[in-house]
C-alpha cells in the first residue's frame, strides 16, 4: 500500500542550529503538505507544494517538493525554543478523495 | 469561528464499552475524517466522508463505525472497546478543491481502554 516515511523520527538540536526533516513517499503526488505539532496539541498546517522543483520560504522554515513528486523536506534555519513539536508531511491517499496519508513525523527538540 | 469541535477530550472506557466520539465543524466543508495518532506512527486514517451521506473505509476502519447525516457533523463509534484502540483520535476537515486542500483538526480526543 502506499506508505509515507520521515527520517529522522527524532532529532535534538541546540538552539540556533540548523534542522532538517526529509520525506520520502512510495507514490508520486500530486502535492505534499506540511503540519506542525505542538506537544499535547493538534496537527497545525503549514503549507502546501505543487509543483515538481518547487522551493517556499516562511520566515526561517525552507520547504522542498523533489523533481519527481516522491520527495519532500523541510529546513529550519538557527531553530528556536519555539520550534518545538513534530513535524509531519502528507500526500493525498490515492482513491480516497483529499484525504491524507501521513508521514511517522520527526520530533524536534530545542536546547536552549 | 469555532473551527473543528471534538468531544470529549479525554476518556477512559472499560475492554467491551462502546461510545461515541463527536465532531462537528463551521466551514461548511464537504470532506470530514477520522485519524487516529500512536506514537512513532503518525496519523492512520479510520474512515473518512466527501458528503452527507457518503461514508468510506480508511487504512484502519475495524472496529469502528461512522455516520454522515449532515454536512456539519460526522461522529466515531467505538462498538466494543479493546486496549489496542487506546490511542489520541483527531478529526479533521477540509475544502474539496484543486487548489489548497489543507485539513483542520479538532483539538483531539485521548481514549484509554483498560
Known amino acids: 500500500g502506499q506508505q509515507v516515511m520521515q527520517i529522522p523520527q527524532y532529532q535534538h538540536v541546540q538552539e540556533g542550529e540548523d534542522f532538517t526533516t526529509y520525506c520520502n513517499s512510495s507514490t508520486t503526488l500530486s502535492n505534499i503538505q506540511w503540519y506542525k505539532q505542538r506537544p499535547g496539541g493538534h496537527p497545525v498546517f503549514l503549507i502546501q507544494l505543487v509543483k515538481s522543483g518547487e522551493v517556499k520560504k516562511q520566515k526561517r522554515l525552507t520547504f522542498q517538493f523533489g523533481e519527481a513528486k516522491k520527495n519532500s523536506s523541510l529546513h529550519i534555519t538557527a531553530t528556536q525554543t519555539t520550534d518545538v513539536g513534530t513535524y509531519f508531511c502528507?500526500?493525498?491517499?490515492?482513491?480516497?478523495?483529499?484525504?491524507?496519508?501521513f508521514g511517522g513525523g520527526t520530533r524536534l527538540m530545542v536546547k536552549p | 469561528n469555532a473551527g473543528v469541535t471534538q468531544t470529549p477530550k479525554f476518556q477512559v472506557l472499560k475492554t467491551g464499552q462502546s461510545m461515541t466520539l463527536q465532531c462537528a465543524q463551521d466551514?461548511?466543508?464537504?470532506?470530514m475524517s477520522w485519524y487516529r495518532q500512536d506514537p512513532g506512527m503518525g496519523l492512520r486514517l479510520i474512515h473518512y466522508s466527501v458528503g452527507a451521506g457518503i461514508t468510506d473505509q480508511g487504512e484502519v476502519p475495524n472496529g469502528y463505525n461512522v455516520s454522515r447525516s449532515t454536512t456539519e457533523d460526522f461522529p466515531l463509534r467505538l462498538l466494543s472497546a479493546a486496549p489496542s484502540q487506546t490511542s489520541v483520535y483527531f478529526c479533521?476537515?477540509?475544502?474539496?478543491?484543486?487548489?489548497?486542500?489543507?485539513?483542520?483538526f479538532g483539538q483531539g480526543t485521548r481514549l484509554t481502554v483498560v
Open positions: 502528507a500526500g493525498p491517499t490515492v482513491n480516497a478523495g483529499n484525504m491524507l496519508t
Open positions: 466551514m461548511n466543508h464537504e470532506y
Open positions: 479533521a476537515s477540509s475544502y474539496p478543491g484543486s487548489g489548497n486542500t489543507e485539513a483542520f
